[in-house]
């Protein structure tokens, strides 16, 4: 199982990136999907969780809700997050991760979750 996030980089406050997350070796749509960042010299934080197959249920963090939106497409077996409105407080690696499901819901807890992809790191510049 292999999940490859992309997509991080530099960029001014206020502007926007799209992270990816290319996922192999397991049935995409049978996974609840979320996003986590950890920035330097503090805990790894959840950002957004999407629910399995359709993807209907999402969650945000209050820090990035109404700016980061979460989508899914099984058919590319891809994870997206789509970050508007970038602070210099989102500057993180962030990882995506995936837990197997069978019903639709959205997942918080970093430990339950199965599978983790190594990360991309985003920088938002003053």
């Known amino acids: 199982v292999q999940l490859q996030a992309s997509g991080g980089g530099l960029v001014q406050v206020g502007g926007s990136l799209r992270l990816s997350c290319i996922v192999s070796?397991?049935?995409?749509?049978?996974?609840?999907m979320g996003w986590y960042r950890q920035a330097p010299g503090k805990e790894r934080e959840f950002v957004a969780s999407i629910g399995f197959r359709d993807g209907i249920s999402t969650y945000y963090a209050d820090s990035v809700k109404g700016r980061f939106t979460i989508s899914r497409d099984n058919a590319k077996n891809a994870l997206y997050l789509q970050m508007n409105n970038l602070k210099p407080e989102d500057t993180a690696v962030y990882y995506c991760a995936a837990d197997r499901a069978y019903t639709d819901y959205v997942l918080t807890v970093a430990d339950e979750y199965d599978y983790w992809g190594q990360g991309t790191l985003v920088t938002v510049s003053s």
């Open positions: 070796g397991l049935t995409f749509g049978n996974y609840a």
